[in-house]
């Protein structure tokens, strides 16, 4: 039995029933272990939730530095265009779409895992803004969230997303 294994039965169990409806007894049942099998790794079920959010964190974090290392060392939007890449190819992932939507649910209920993901926005924008400015920086995160709002409603349609990315990545080139 690994952490891990525990935090993809957490995630389970909120995309199939929503996290009201989480419990760590539900967490075991799907593993095949007992509730408290689960305190060997987890102090409690709120521990088990900032799992949950740090792993959605690395798996975002390490799309986005993935596509980074993809593009030329001389592209002056190297940030820019890593994280619209970055976040194209996730948009693009629904297993990871439905990560994220069980990981908002987290963020909703824990104020830990909401400064989580303010840092995560935090970096992200620091990385944009010597590139783009702070307005086309603030304009390429709300409409990259807005994308990730909508697919994790299931309202954005998909096969829109490659080009709204086209079309921020023409208006953030610097003039």
């Known amino acids: 039995m690994k952490k891990q294994e525990l935090v993809n039965a957490a ?7 929503g996290i009201q409806k989480l419990s760590l007894a539900k967490i075991a049942e799907v593993v095949g272990i007992t509730k408290p099998a689960i305190f060997h790794y987890f102090k409690n079920k709120q521990d088990l939730m900032r799992a949950v959010t740090e792993f959605t964190v690395v798996e975002y974090e390490q ?29 693009n992932d629904a297993e990871l779409v439905k990560i994220h939507a069980a990981s908002m649910e987290v963020l909703v209920s824990d ?6 993901w303010q840092s995560v926005y935090e970096r992200e924008f620091a990385k944009l803004v010597p590139e783009i400015g702070e307005i086309q920086a603030d304009l390429l995160s709300v409409a990259l969230d807005g994308m990730w709002y909508g697919a994790m409603c ?5 096969s829109r997303t490659a ?8 208006i953030t080139k610097k003039s």
């Open 11 to 17: 995630i389970q169990v909120i995309q199939a029933e």
């Open 63 to 91: 799309t986005i530095a993935a596509e980074f290392d993809k593009l030329p060392e001389n592209d002056d939007l190297r940030h820019v265009h890593a994280f619209l890449y970055g976040n194209l190819r996730q948009l």
């Open 111 to 116: 104020d830990e895992a909401k400064k989580v």
């Open 154 to 158: 299931g309202i954005w349609d998909v």
């Open 163 to 170: 080009s709204i990315v086209e079309y921020l990545e023409r």
